[in-house]
Every structure is written in C-alpha cells, then in structure tokens.
C-alpha cells in the first residue's frame, strides 16, 4: 500500500506544469533538439489547432531525433494542412446523439458527460480537433440539465466523464460534480477517460486519491497512452496511488502511422502498461478527421498488426481493435 506522504514527489503542482506548457513549435523543436530544417513544421494556429505539449511529456522525447513517436504526437506538420479524402470536421456524428448540451448518448447504459472543453495536451491525430467545444463545456445552468437528462434516464448505469479532458477541472469542482451525480440512484458506476495521468501525472493528487476511494460508485479510469515510451517512473507512481484507491485501470491507444503501428511497439506497450497496474483496453483504428491523414494506416495493416500482437500476447494483454462506425450500438471489432 502506498501512503500519501509518498505523493510528496510532486515537486510542483500540476497546474503550474499546464501553464508552463510549450505552446509553440520552435520552442518545442529547441527543446528536444531538433532542428527546423530536418522536419515540415508549422505553427498550430496554422491548422486552427494550437501546439500544447506539457514538460513531462516532452521531456520523454529523445533530444535530437526528429522521428521519435513522442515527438509527433504533438509537433504540427505541413501535412495538417493536405486535405484529405473523405475528411469530416464531425466524423462520429456526436451532434445527432446530443440530447442536451454537455451529454451524449450514444450506446445503451452508458453516457459521455463532456467536463472540460480542453485538454492538456493537443495530439494532432486527434478527432475532437474540429469541435466546438465553447458550445459543450459544463456551465452551471448546463449542468442541472445534464443531472435532470441523467435522472430521467433510469437506463443508464454509468456515467462516462469526457472532454476534452475531465481531469482538467479542478478537485473541488469534480468532487461537486461526483457529489452530485452520487445522488441518481440508478447510476452505479464512473468511469473517467482521461489523458492527464500520462501527460501530467502530477494531476493525481491526494485529494483526487481520496475522492474516488471513498466514493460509492465502481471507478474505472481509462488512460490515453499510445507508446512504451510514454511510460516513466512518474506515470508508474499515479498510477500506484490510484490503485491503491481500488480504481480500475484501462488504457486505450490509437493506431497510428510511423508512431506505434509495428507489433513489438504495441507488445512492449501492453507489457510496460500491466507491470504499471494498467490494463489494454481499446486499440482504436483513426477516425477519417481532416487534418491527420498522415496518421493514417490501411486497414489490412492494422489488421495484420494486431493478429501478430495476438499471437505474441497473453489474452488479457491484447487491447480490442476497434472502429467507431456511426450509427453502430458500441464500438466495432475489427478481425
Ligand atoms: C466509446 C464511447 C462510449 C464507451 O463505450 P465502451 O464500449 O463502453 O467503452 C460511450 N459513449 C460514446 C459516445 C462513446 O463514443
Ligand atoms: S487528450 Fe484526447 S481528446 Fe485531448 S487532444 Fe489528445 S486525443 Fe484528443
């Protein structure tokens, strides 16, 4: 059992490290090394999506490579800017499943609750890109309609937080947030998706320890982490104090192109994520979203990947491979 004295490894509290994040790509190229001349960089508000990159994130990169699969999860290139074919600005078709702002749902039992506009990190692959998030963030008012949506629906057992990245709002704001949604009897179970715990571990304090160990509801939180590499000795010790709260880990990844789409990368993710308490969950192929086709990979390939790392892997360690086809009632399963 890990104590929270032990927590004292945060040298600085998290949202100082968001606010020092780098915003800009010759900041972040000087900062690993990189030169200009040796990748197509461009400034993110070239492709109406601002460079973020946290410092624990970023200090994973290796200095000097212009490759590293860090490194281009986060860096805009000039290939933002291609457009490409069949590339929507809303390819999951969320509006349609909006029954009132800040909710969407979508599957049976389950709804997404959007918490937070923003994220901590802006990964350039990502199909949340083109959202209007000012329209979805949980104001007060929005939030007594989502809790009365959320009562009203005796189907629906678990309450997914998402965003953007929920992890954002602050302590006191998501104990409210949980407080409240504790009191629908017919929700059993919070499940949390969130980036933070790799990107920033430091968001994983104390207080947010306690909240969710003594809350009645079954916790699952379902990291983001896409390469072995993003794994260090921080995001093992979050990860440690929340199990030690009894919360349950899962971890889904996208596949992408010239970052994680070979079988080893994904063998040593599945392994590097269970010795840290976590387990694979969803491998998810890209989303056709404008702006990212060069993540990209033919299906064939992903398939091939992923039948390799089956039979590589025990069971348990193989994440689901999955799409999401609008319209669909869950996610579907790619084989
Ligand atoms: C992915 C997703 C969920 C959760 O699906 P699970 O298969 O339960 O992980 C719920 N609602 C929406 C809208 C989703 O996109
Ligand atoms: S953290 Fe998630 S929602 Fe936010 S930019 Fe990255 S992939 Fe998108």
């Known amino acids: 059992m890990i104590s929270h004295t032990s927590l004292q490894w945060q040298s600085s509290d998290w ?17 690993v090394g990189v030169s200009p001349n040796s990748v197509t960089a461009i400034t993110g508000e070239a492709s109406g999506f601002p460079i973020l990159a946290p410092k624990p994130f970023v200090s994973r990169i290796e200095y000097g490579n212009p490759q590293d699969p860090l490194l281009l ?56 890109r ?18 009365a949506y959320l009562r009203s629906q005796t189907d629906v057992t678990e309450v997914i937080l998402s965003g953007g990245d929920p992890l954002l709002t602050s302590d006191r704001k998501l104990s409210e947030l949980i407080n ?13 998706h ?5 990107v920033i571990p430091q968001r994983i304090t104390p207080e947010l320890c306690e909240q969710l160990g003594r809350s009645r509801f079954q916790v699952t939180i379902v990291v983001h982490c ?14 440690a104090h929340l199990n030690a709260q009894g919360v349950t880990l899962l971890n889904q990844s996208v596949l992408l192109k010239n970052i994680n789409n070979s079988a080893e990368t994904l063998e040593a993710l599945s392994v590097e994520l269970f010795r840290i308490g ?28 992923h039948q390799t790392l ?16 609008p319209g669909s009632a869950s996610k579907t399963l790619i084989y």
Do not use: W
Request: aromatic share 6%.
């Open 15 to 31: 949202q100082s490290i968001l606010q020092s994040a780098i915003r800009h790509s010759t900041e972040l190229l000087q900062a």
């Open 73 to 128: 999860q986060v860096l805009a290139l000039k290939e933002e800017m291609t457009p490409n074919q069949g590339g929507m600005t809303d390819p999951l078709e969320e509006k349609r499943f909006t029954p009132v702002p800040g909710i969407i749902h979508k599957y049976f039992g389950r709804v997404l609750l959007m918490t937070s506009g923003s994220c901590a990190v802006n990964c350039r692959y990502c199909f949340r």
């Open 130 to 147: 083109h959202n209007d998030y000012g329209s979805n963030i949980l104001t007060p008012a929005r939030l007594t309609d989502a809790l």
């Open 180 to 192: 409240q949604l504790e009191t629908i009897p017919h929700i059993q179970r919070l499940r949390i």
């Open 194 to 198: 969130t980036r933070l715990p790799i």
């Open 226 to 239: 896409n390469h072995p590499q993003e794994i260090d000795a921080e995001v093992g010790l979050a990860m």
């Open 278 to 305: 976590v387990l694979p969950y969803y491998l998810h192929t890209l989303d056709p979203v404008q702006g990212a086709a060069h993540f990209y990979q033919p299906l064939s390939d992903s398939k091939r990947v």
């Open 310 to 325: 089956q039979a590589r892997l025990p069971g348990y360690l193989v994440p689901k491979l999955v799409s999401e086809i």
